[in-house]
T-cell receptor, first 113, second 116 residues
Framework: DADVTQTPRNRITKTGKRIMLECSQT?????MYWYRQDPGLGLRLIYY???????NKGEISDGYSVSRQAQAKFSLSLESAIPNQTALYFC????????????FGSGTRLTVV | DAKTTQPPSMDCAEGRAANLPCNHS???????VYWYRQIHSQGPQYIIH???NNETNEMASLIITEDRKSSTLILPHATLRDTAVYYC?????????????????FGQGTRLTINP
C-alpha cells in the first residue's frame, strides 16, 4: 500500500459543485500539505498543516478550504468549483523529527466543466 | 527562501552521467539545497539534499560549490527511467520550527530526457 494515498485519482465535476479531495498517510508524519500543478507553472502550495490543530494558507488558498481530521488525514475542499481549478492536485507529508524530504501521493486529476 | 535558476531542458545519453546544474546565488547560511524529480505527472520524488558538503546516496550525488551559490545533481549512469523534470529547491533548515519553514517552493525545474 502507498504511504500517501489520495482519493479519487480522477474526477470530473461541474461548475458550482462542491468537491472534496482526500489524503491519508501511513508514515506517521505530523506535517501535511496540498499542492496543485498546472502545465508550465510547477507546483504551488495551497494549504499546509503542521499538526491537527494547525492550518495555514499557502500561496493560492482562495477558493479552497481544508480539514485535518486526524494526524493521518488531510482533506481539501472546493466549495464551489470553477473551471480554472482544473489541475493535478498532490498531497504530501513530512516529519519535523526526521526530515529526509517530503513524500508525495500519486495525485488527483480534477477537471471542472 | 532563496530563488533557484535551472536550465529548462537537457538531454543525456543512456549510460552516461547526467549533470544537472542549479544556481542559488542568494542562498543564506541556514538554507539547504534539495533535489526532487517528477516522472510524468506522478508525485514528486525526493532525491537528495545537502547544506555545504557533497552528498551521495543510492540515487545520486550532490555537489555544492564552496561559496554555496550553485550546485550540481549527478546521476552517475542515467537510464531511460530517469527521464523526468528535476527540481532544485532551497529552503531553511529541515528541523526548523519557524512557522512555514518547511514549505517547499517549486520552480519550473529542468526537463531531463535520457536518449537511447
Amino acid at each position: 500500500d502507498a504511504d500517501v494515498t489520495q482519493t479519487p485519482r480522477n474526477r470530473i465535476t461541474k461548475t458550482g459543485k462542491r468537491i472534496m479531495l482526500e489524503c491519508s498517510q501511513t508514515k506517521g508524519h505530523d506535517r501535511m500539505y496540498w499542492y496543485r500543478q498546472d502545465p508550465g507553472l510547477g507546483l504551488r502550495l495551497i494549504y499546509y498543516s503542521f499538526d491537527v490543530k494547525d492550518i495555514n494558507k499557502g500561496e493560492i488558498s482562495d477558493g479552497y478550504s481544508v480539514s485535518r481530521q486526524a494526524q493521518a488525514k488531510f482533506s481539501l475542499s472546493l466549495e464551489s468549483a470553477i473551471p480554472n481549478q482544473t489541475a493535478l492536485y498532490f498531497c504530501a507529508t513530512s516529519d519535523l523529527r526526521r526530515d529526509y524530504g517530503y513524500t508525495f501521493g500519486s495525485g488527483t486529476r480534477l477537471t471542472v466543466v | 527562501d532563496a530563488k533557484t535558476t535551472q536550465p529548462p531542458s537537457m538531454d543525456c545519453a543512456e549510460g552516461r552521467a547526467a549533470n544537472l546544474p542549479c544556481n542559488h546565488s542568494t542562498i543564506s547560511g541556514n538554507e539547504y539545497v534539495y533535489w526532487y524529480r517528477q516522472i510524468h505527472s506522478q508525485g514528486p520524488q525526493y532525491i537528495i539534499h545537502g547544506l555545504k558538503n557533497n552528498e551521495t546516496n543510492e540515487m545520486a550525488s550532490l555537489i555544492i560549490t564552496e561559496d554555496r551559490k550553485s550546485s550540481t545533481l549527478i546521476l552517475p549512469h542515467a537510464t531511460l527511467r530517469d527521464t523526468a523534470v528535476y527540481y532544485c529547491i532551497v529552503r531553511v533548515a529541515p528541523f526548523s520550527i519557524i512557522q512555514g519553514a518547511q514549505k517547499l517552493v517549486f520552480g519550473q525545474g529542468t526537463r531531463l530526457t535520457i536518449n537511447p
